[in-house]
């Protein structure tokens, strides 16, 4: 501004220059007025929303703009306290307000200078976590606070003891309904949104495995509430999954595109995410095919977990085999090839995994079948035909299949040591059981598997 005074002094002697230079301060005042205005102006909290997870709840604020905020809690009774300064609430905010998971209430008051104070009354104490998200999708300028429960984060790995080994257990299947809560995935024209749909395909499917003699379903997610993309490959790690299978509908903006695919881990992303344990392997335990990475020099840890993630990819294209041809009995595919790339929900380096695009929610045809419960359970049916298929011949060692599956079809690469390794048996009673007087093979053939050894 004083520059403009001074070239303002300098040019009193020429009247067009002056006059140019006061329109030009003229200007300059009336935008710094209205910056001042605009700072001035409290951003509103327009609505608040709130899901429950099995582990954590997430508030969600949605804002009209960016904002500052600082949180504390207070005890006896558990209460988290976040100030926001220049700020006002909406006047819907109240009646949104209510009880879910760990929160009992949320309270709001405006304090000295301007600052909204939002209180959320909590059923026990919590460690919170809080952070903001710029506008994207339908979304506008959000304020996002995580409250984990103390002590839920724990390791549940426990040594099992000499019995517990022995005894036979099921098969464990984990079902991930993708997206949820904050994240509807794709909306189809008649909105349609890909986190109820798949859901619902996840429990259809859950309720069928549990139905399977000598298997187990475990829910990734069991309602309405967004868990993150590496979490969901813990909760599979955690439960002991044997396959992992994460439940879509594909969305694009033409939509004629039709038809459902089956993904895998593409190499590609393999390599990056063994970059990615091999740089934390002392957290890394027991990934590499149950050998713990920790204690080993990086060659030999980067060796063992690229022949974990390769017999895992081995595994995942299978599977995925399977589900691919049953789901063409259905109908059209979009690819008629099992399809690879870099989805972190695959990225498991030891649990053969899985993405099932069950279709294009934005294909106005399919829109109405991914509605249509019958299409459903049909969806459902197709892959749970893709998982026996898969476990029929593959069934880990220790597992009431594996103890069941009596026949073996020899194929390419397949050897009498790694088949009895397979099954759990001797190499000496399998060619017994079967009478081989030698170890040769023959594509095509069958060997009968005797029970596993005791």
Known sequence: MWVLWLRYAHLQRDPGAVHNVKRLITVCCLWLVGQSLVCAAPVEVQGVRLWAAPDHTRVVFDISGPIEHTLFSLHDPERLVVDVPAARIGASLQAQMKAVGLVKGVRTALQDKGVLRIVLDLERLTKPRSFTLKPGGQHGHRLVIDLYETGASQKATVKKSVAEKTRLRDLVIAIDAGHGGDDPGAIGRGGTREKDVVLSIAKRLEALVEQEQGMRPVMIRQGDYYIGLRQRINIARKHGADLFISIHADGFRDRRVNGSSVYVLSRRGASSEMARWLAEKENAADLAGGVRLDDKDDLL???????????????????????LGQLKRLGKTHKSSVQQAGFVVLKSPDIPSVLVETAFISNPSEERKLRDRRHQESLAHAMLR?????????????THLALAAREHVIKAGDTLGHIAQRYDVSLNRLKGYNRLKSDRLRIGDTLRIPPADS
């Open 301 to 323: 840890a980067e060796v063992l977990l690229d022949l974990s993630q390769t017999a895992t990819i081995e595994a995942s294209i299978d599977v995925a085999g399977n589900m």
């Open 386 to 398: 893709g998982i026996r298929g898969y476990f029929a011949s593959h069934a880990p060692p220790g």
